[in-house]
């Protein structure tokens, strides 16, 4: 019986070893950013070019992109030559119907942001891209859309700024 608990002790031992001296790095944010080669990032203020504009949507945007990058990786932010850059603007800010009641009113209104951006990784220029990322979001049409713009914007923004993250450093 004693040599059991030995050979069980020895076995416990060896798998702490083991699992000490092995290096298993897990990220749960989804980035698979390579620190070696990439350590800064630079991320210009998107300015709105859309025709239809609601003033807080850009800084509500280009702080919300910034502090995603802040969050969830360990790149520091330069403003200039950084080894990432993301830069952009705000291209359309609309709403539309999108459903009709059955006395021919409008029932539901659509809103929506579009947001083109232009991604350069300076090490690996394989992954760079100009791409346009949109959101969207519905309300009823009895409500006004002041009183649910900014949870709309809000809900559209972090949208938009998750697949930009995920478009260029979680290679997704």
Not at 25 to 46: M, P
Not at 73 to 78: A, P
Request: net charge neutral.
């Amino acid at each position: 019986m004693a040599w059991i608990n030995k050979v069980c002790l020895t076995g416990c031992l060896a798998a702490l070893l083991l699992t000490m001296g092995c290096s298993v790095s897990y990220k749960f944010n989804g980035a698979s950013i390579d620190y070696s080669k990439t350590k800064t990032i630079q991320i210009a203020d998107f300015p709105i070019r859309a025709s239809y504009v609601w003033g807080p949507m850009g800084p509500m945007f280009n702080n919300r992109l910034k502090d995603q990058f802040a969050n969830h990786t360990r790149l520091i932010q330069v403003r200039r030559n950084g080894d990432l850059k993301i830069d952009g603007e705000i291209t359309q800010y609309q709403q539309r119907n999108k459903s009709v009641s059955a006395e021919g009113y409008s029932a539901q209104t659509e809103l929506s942001i579009t947001v083109n951006v232009r991604f350069t990784n300076t090490a690996n220029h394989a992954e760079d891209f100009e791409r346009q990322f949109t959101s969207t979001a519905s309300y009823e049409t009895t409500l006004s859309l002041n009183a649910v713009q900014e949870e709309l914007v809000g809900e559209m923004i972090r949208d938009i700024c998750d697949q930009i993250f995920n478009a260029t450093v979680a290679n997704w």
